[in-house]
C-alpha cells in the first residue's frame, strides 16, 4: 500500500551534488551554460546542478585535439562492486588506440578533448575478470554538448567460466504488460549491433524467453516487433548457471510530436517513482506528475510499479511548449542510503526517431535522483543524487518561482508521495 503525505514548507532552493560523487564548486554548471542562450535567463539559473563526472588522470601519450568526451563507470556484473584500476581503453573504430586510463575508487573513468569525427570502441581489462568491448560510440557531431555517458560495464569473473542460460520477460513500457511474440536476438560483446549471431529467440504467450548453450560474458541483446520501437539491451551469461530475471520492457511506436520517458530497474528497491514537473499552461502555476496525480494538462503517467524491474512511464503530448520541466526519481522504498545508486535504474526518453536520450543512476547518497531538464523539448543531463527535504526538490527553480500563492503549493505537494 502507497501512504500520501502533504508538504508543508516552499523550498526556493535546491541543494545540489554533482555527478552523484561531490560537485565542482568553481566551475559553471551544465545548466548554466544551456540557459545563458534561453529566454529568461535570469529565472532559469540554478547555481547548484552541475553533471561534471569524477576526472581520472589518464595514461595518454599524445590526444588528438576535440572537445568530444566520454564518461562511464565499471563494476562487477553479479552485485554491481566498483571495480576500481580496471584498465580501459579508447580506440578508433579502426582499431588506433587513442588513449588509456584506469578507473578511480567509484569504478568510473573519463576521457576528453576527443574529435567528434570519428567513431569510437573500449575495452576493458582487469586481472580475474573476463575482458569486454563496447563497440559502436559515436560523439554528438554538436561541439559544446556535454560529455556521452556509456552505460555501466559489469565485469565477470573468470570463476564464471563456462556455457550457461539465460531468461526473462519483455513487457510493454506503456502498460507493463507482457509481450507475446517480440523477437530477441543476441551478439557477444557490449552495444555490438553487427557482429555474428549468437542465438534468436521469441517470447512467450506470457512474454518469457530462454536461451542456452551461450559462452559466458556480455552479450547485446536486440529486441523488436511490429509496432514497437526497437530496444538494444546489455544481457549476461555464467557458466553452469541459469541468470534468470534479465527483463527488459519495449516501448510501442511513439507518435510525433510525443516524447515518452521509461524508467527501468532491478530487483532492489521494489519501487522506485517517476516524477515529472514544470509551467502549467498559463505559465502562472506549476505542476506534478506522480503516482496519486498520474493526469495533469498534456502529460500522463502511462504505468507505475511497485514490485521491483519497472517499468515506469510518463508520456508527454507536448514536451516543446514553454519553461522548465524537470524530470526526477524518487525511492519510495527507502533503505540505505547508497540503495538508489545502487538500483541499475535507467532512464530512456524516446520520440518518434528512436531513443533520444538514455540516463544510467549516478554513484552518491540519497533517495532522490535529479535526471534531467527539458527546455523548449531539448533534454540537458543533472545526474545528482540527493536527499528529498520537501516535495519541492522535484522542481527546476525556475519553476517554482512562478508563484508562490497557496494555491500553487498545494497543487504541487497534494496526496502525493
Not at 149 to 159: A, G, K, M, N, Y
Request: aromatic share 8%; with cysteine; proline share 4%.
Amino acid at each position: 500500500m502507497k501512504f500520501y503525505a502533504v508538504a508543508a514548507s516552499l523550498l526556493l532552493l535546491l541543494a545540489g551534488c554533482g555527478g552523484g560523487s561531490g560537485g565542482s564548486s568553481g566551475s559553471q554548471s551544465i545548466f548554466e551554460e544551456i540557459v545563458e542562450t534561453a529566454e529568461n535567463t535570469d529565472d532559469l539559473i540554478n547555481d547548484d546542478v552541475t553533471n561534471a563526472p569524477p576526472v581520472v588522470d589518464q595514461d595518454v601519450e599524445e590526444v588528438p585535439s576535440g572537445d568530444g568526451a566520454i564518461i562511464g563507470r565499471v563494476a562487477t556484473a553479479l552485485d554491481n562492486l566498483s571495480l576500481p584500476d580496471t584498465e580501459v581503453t579508447l580506440s578508433e573504430s579502426g582499431g588506433d588506440i587513442v588513449a588509456t586510463t584506469l578507473t578511480d575508487e567509484l569504478g568510473t573513468y573519463s576521457f576528453a578533448d576527443l574529435p567528434r569525427d570519428a567513431g569510437y570502441l573500449l575495452t576493458f581489462e582487469r586481472e580475474t575478470y573476463l575482458a569486454e568491448t563496447f563497440s559502436g560510440i559515436t560523439l554528438n557531431p554538436q561541439a559544446g554538448s556535454e560529455a556521452l555517458e556509456i552505460p555501466p560495464v559489469r565485469l565477470l569473473s573468470t570463476d564464471n567460466a563456462g556455457i550457461g542460460s539465460l531468461s526473462g520477460t519483455i513487457s510493454s513500457a506503456v502498460d507493463g504488460n507482457p509481450l507475446e511474440g517480440v523477437t530477441l536476438e543476441f551478439y557477444r560483446g557490449i552495444n555490438n549491433v553487427n557482429g555474428d549471431l549468437a542465438a534468436t529467440t521469441m517470447t512467450d504467450a506470457d512474454g518469457a524467453y530462454t536461451v542456452e548453450g551461450l559462452e559466458y560474458g556480455n552479450y547485446t541483446c536486440i529486441i523488436f516487433g511490429d509496432g514497437l520501437q526497437t530496444s538494444v539491451v546489455t544481457v549476461f551469461v555464467l557458466g553452469d548457471a541459469l541468470v534468470s530475471n534479465q527483463n527488459s520492457t519495449i516501448s510501442p511506436v511513439v507518435l510525433t510530436g510525443q516524447t515518452r520517458i521509461v524508467l527501468t530497474w532491478g530487483e532492489t528497491p521494489s519501487d522506485l517513482d517517476s516524477h515529472f514537473t514544470g509551467p502549467t499552461l498559463d505559465g502562472t502555476g506549476a505542476f506534478r506528475i506522480s503516482f496519486a496525480n498520474s493526469i495533469e494538462e498534456d502529460a500522463q503517467l502511462d504505468t507505475d510499479d511497485v514490485s521491483s524491474f519497472g517499468p515506469e512511464t510518463i508520456t508527454i503530448e507536448n514536451a516543446s511548449r514553454p519553461g522548465v520541466f524537470r524530470y526526477t526519481v524518487h525511492n519510495f522504498s527507502g533503505g540505505a542510503p547508497e540503495t538508489l545508486s545502487n538500483s541499475g535504474a535507467r532512464v530512456q526518453v524516446i520520440r518518434e526517431e528512436g531513443i533520444v536520450a538514455e540516463f544510467f543512476v549516478p554513484q552518491g547518497q540519497g533517495n532522490l535522483w535529479r535526471v534531467f531538464d527539458m527546455i523548449n523539448g531539448e533534454i540537458f543531463a543533472l545526474g545528482d543524487i540527493i536527499e528529498r527535504a520537501t516535495f519541492d526538490d522535484h522542481f527546476a527553480p525556475a519553476t517554482l518561482l512562478l508563484d508562490a500563492s497557496a494555491s500553487t503549493i498545494a497543487a504541487r505537494s497534494k496526496l502525493t508521495k
